[in-house]
């Protein structure tokens, strides 16, 4: 039997742990659930975790490394990095 757990205890979990779900990951990055699951199926994402046969989880430190490296000046510029990330 699954353990239930609290609407709020989930909430202070999502919102304190250092993983997050495919939804609330693609909300952090602002794309919907859809592009972040082709772009794990098709490579280009983010790195995540495989917790099981069927749970996906991505550290919020990946998926901020994952934006930086994105990180653009112009259309034809791309930036380096910022320090500390």
Known sequence: MAAV???SLKQ???ATSPYM???WA???VGLS???LERYRTHGGGP???RVGPKRIVYR???LDAWVERGRHAS???QLEPAEGR
């Open 5 to 7: 757990i609290s609407p």
């Open 75 to 77: 259309t034809s510029v």
């Open 33 to 35: 659930v859809g592009a």
């Open 21 to 23: 779900t495919t939804p």
């Open 26 to 28: 693609a909300a952090y």
């Open 47 to 49: 790195a995540f975790c």
């Open 12 to 14: 202070t979990v999502e």
């Open 60 to 62: 919020k430190s990946d």
